[in-house]
Nanobody, 125 residues
Framework: VQLQASGGGLVQTGGSLRLSCAAS????????MGWFRRAPGKEREFVVA????????YYADSVKGRFTISRDVAKNTVDLQMNSLKPEDTAVYYC???????????????????WGQGTQVTVSS
């Protein structure tokens, strides 16, 4: 599975962005997907995960109510709609893919086998 993240950019506080992760590979529909981010000088942070079916999601408390993850199995894409953005959301955002049970620590980056290259999101104050 190869992943390509896109959609990052510069936005003002309170604005919105939509990230997209395009996947190649016939078995993409079998993978749970996640978004992580890394801000300058900080550790990689879990943002949100979605199960292979799209029926289950898990959000970090910091983005709950502001971000929405969705997937289109037919298009092999996973999108992250980010609303009410804050300066602390500034980071490089990465999409990742994993097999296994969705309930099995979806927030743990070590569970993810494939990673995209990242897309920069910058929120100005």
């Amino acid at each position: 599975v190869q992943l390509q993240a896109s959609g990052g950019g510069l936005v003002q506080t309170g604005g919105s962005l939509r990230l997209s992760c395009a996947a190649s590979g016939r078995t993409f529909s079998s993978y749970g997907m996640g978004w992580f981010r890394r801000a300058p000088g900080k550790e990689r942070e879990f943002v949100v995960a979605i199960s292979w079916s799209g029926g289950n999601t898990y959000y970090a408390d910091s983005v709950k109510g502001r971000f929405t993850i969705s997937r289109d199995v037919a298009k092999n894409t996973v999108d992250l709609q980010m609303n009410s953005l804050k300066p602390e959301d500034t980071a490089v955002y990465y999409c990742a893919a994993r097999l296994g049970l969705f309930s099995d620590y979806p927030q743990d980056p070590r569970r993810y086998r494939y990673w995209g290259q990242g897309t920069q999101v910058t929120v100005s104050s």
